[in-house]
């Protein structure tokens, strides 16, 4: 069945650090891409989406690029900030369901 | 605002009681999800509503229901068939496919149940 891989956590940066988040997925078809954000308390945000092979979802300063070669959406950003801290969720749907990877937790030191 | 609304924000329950989590939606999606979040652990789908008065079991459905009565309401019973009830609970909804890109889900902000 479809299923999501993304890095184990935490990851932890200095601000300004460059971020990476590796996300891999297993799917038949071509489904969407997403990257969510969850805040400590809070329920998930869509950060950014992609529905096709080379898309680029762009948002706050992050971008992924939909891979199909690599089956691959990983999550990037220049410059983190403190602001940034939380736990990142990398998901592929298809038809009705949404399926999630197990999230990737960020802290950013000041 | 148009949002999602989850209540309550907390809920504490004794075993072997049943217990109620609501969720309501002004965003006039047609589909509705129930996911349980436990630590280190991605979202698990729980049940799912794409019209009134139907729904699917999703991965997780053994000790859950739920109803569909109104578009805007999918409130799910955590039964006392359910062995390990403590978890962080997300409602969420999207457009049918076709009305918008596929998948996505907009949240409400949770429901934490422990069970003491």
């Known amino acids: 069945g479809d299923s999501v891989t993304q890095m184990e956590g935490p990851v932890t940066l200095s601000e300004e650090a460059f971020l990476t988040i590796n996300c891999t997925y297993t799917?038949?078809?071509?489904?969407?891409l997403f990257w969510y954000v969850q805040y400590p308390g809070e329920g998930l945000q869509l950060l950014l989406k992609?529905?096709?092979?080379?898309d680029k979802g762009s948002n706050k300063g992050f971008e992924a690029t939909y891979r199909k070669e690599t089956t691959s959406f990983h999550l990037e950003k220049g410059s983190v900030q403190v602001s940034d801290s939380a736990v990142y969720f990398c998901?592929?749907?298809?038809?009705?369901?949404?399926?999630f990877g197990a999230g990737t937790r960020l802290f950013v030191k000041a | 605002d148009g949002g999602i609304t989850q209540s309550p924000k907390y809920l504490f329950r004794k075993e072997g009681q049943n217990v109620t989590l609501s969720c309501e939606q002004n965003?006039?999606?047609?589909?509705m999800y129930w996911y349980r979040q436990d630590p280190g652990q991605g979202l698990r789908l729980i049940y799912y509503?794409?019209?009134?008065?139907?729904?699917q079991k999703g991965d997780i459905a053994e000790g859950y229901s739920v109803s569909r009565e109104k578009k805007e309401s999918f409130p799910l019973t955590v039964t006392s068939a359910q062995k390990n009830p403590t978890a962080f609970y997300l409602c969420?909804?999207?457009?049918?496919?076709?009305?918008?890109?596929?998948?996505?889900?907009?949240f409400g902000e949770g429901s934490r149940l422990t069970v003491l």
């Open positions: 969420a909804s999207s457009p049918l496919p076709g009305q918008s890109p596929p998948g996505e889900l907009f």
């Open positions: 799917a038949t078809g071509y489904p969407s």
């Open positions: 992609a529905t096709k092979a080379d």
């Open positions: 998901a592929l749907a298809g038809g009705f369901k949404t399926i």
């Open positions: 965003l006039n999606h047609d589909a």
């Open positions: 509503s794409q019209i009134v008065n139907d729904f």
